[in-house]
Structure formats: structure tokens, C-alpha cells
């Protein structure tokens, strides 16, 4: 998909797909603020070109080349996009999703994991099950289980002047 989704329904067959791991294509423009929204399945986001920011309601996260951002199911969160921004990402069933992280968090990409997530972009959301994408799916699911962590976010902050402060650098970093 080129341009971001403007409503739900454009990602409802994403979302509620019967396979355990389903590619999904988004290129942003500059400045492009998601607003706060959840969604019903685990998303592994990663950018093949910019640096996306993403905020949940306890955490500030900072995803640069190289990593992506593990969302578990239903927790809210805010993406706030760069220049030129290039999204690759993955929705997955709550089975497949056990072998991620817990919580939010940045993981590495390697390059073996980032093609794998390109290849699963390239797929129809109803891919044969018994063809040769469930080899990419399995093979990817093992590499995002064995992803190193990266600790590039900070507590989202409490204090309302804080918050001032950290909404508006969110907004604009320069």
C-alpha cells in the first residue's frame, strides 16, 4: 500500500487474517502522525529507509535503521514519521507472536530477518499455506525470536510540564 491507511477497515484484512504472520507495505510522508490507536495483533514495524518515533503511554521509543519495534496486541501508541519514510512490517497471530518480546520493544534487524520481512510484504495477505511462504514465515518467526534488544526509548514522563516538553521534541526533534 502506498500512503498511510485512513481508516480501519483499510486494515482489518491485516488484522484479522487467519495466517500467523501477514506482511504489510507503508510508505509515509514527512511528519505523518498516526494519533493514538491499537490494534488487535502483535506488529513488528521496521523502516527500511528513515527513523520512525514512536510514544506509548509509558515509553518513548526511537527506531532507527537497522531495528524495528515490537507493539504487543492492544497497547496504544503514536508513530510520528521522518523524511522519507519506507515501512515494512508484520501483523501476527497471537500463537505466532509468543516467540517475540513481552513488551514494546526496539529489536535488530539483521539483514537475514529484514529480507524475510520484504518477502512477507510481497505475499497476499492469504498466502498458500502449503507453499514455499510458509518457509519464510517459519524462518522469520525463528530469527525474531532470537533478536537482540536495543535500548533505544526513555519512560514516558508524568510530570505536565515534562510532557510539554517531550510532546513538542517528539513533535519536532530539531
Known amino acids: 500500500q502506498t500512503g498511510p491507511p485512513t481508516d480501519v477497515a483499510q486494515l482489518g484484512p491485516f488484522e484479522q487474517a487467519p495466517r500467523p504472520l501477514?506482511?504489510?507495505?507503508?510508505?509515509?510522508?514527512?511528519?505523518?502522525?498516526?494519533?493514538?490507536?491499537?490494534?488487535?495483533?502483535?506488529?513488528?514495524?521496521?523502516?527500511?529507509?528513515?527513523?520512525?518515533?514512536?510514544?506509548?503511554?509509558?515509553?518513548?521509543?526511537?527506531?532507527?535503521?537497522?531495528?524495528?519495534?515490537?507493539?504487543?496486541?492492544?497497547?496504544?501508541?503514536?508513530s510520528r514519521m521522518s523524511r522519507g519514510l519506507i515501512m515494512r512490517g508484520l501483523f501476527l497471530r497471537e500463537d505466532a507472536a509468543r516467540v517475540g518480546p513481552d513488551a514494546t520493544t526496539v529489536v535488530a534487524i539483521s539483514p537475514l530477518l529484514r529480507a524475510l520481512i520484504v518477502a512477507a510484504c510481497e505475499q497476499p495477505i492469504m498466502w498458500d499455506e502449503d507453499g514455499p511462504v510458509r518457509h519464510i514465515v517459519a524462518l522469520a518467526l525463528h530469527e525474531i525470536g532470537h533478536a537482540a534488544t536495543r535500548p533505544f526509548s526513555v519512560p514516558a514522563p508524568k510530570d505536565a510540564r515534562l510532557m510539554r516538553v517531550t510532546d513538542a521534541l517528539f513533535a519536532d526533534p530539531a
Open 22 to 78: 501477514v506482511g504489510y507495505t507503508c510508505d509515509y510522508t514527512f511528519g505523518y502522525d498516526t494519533g493514538w490507536h491499537s490494534h488487535p495483533r502483535v506488529q513488528l514495524l521496521h523502516a527500511t529507509n528513515g527513523v520512525m518515533r514512536v510514544a506509548t503511554h509509558s515509553a518513548l521509543f526511537v527506531v532507527p535503521p537497522g531495528t524495528g519495534l515490537w507493539i504487543p496486541a492492544h497497547i496504544e501508541h503514536v
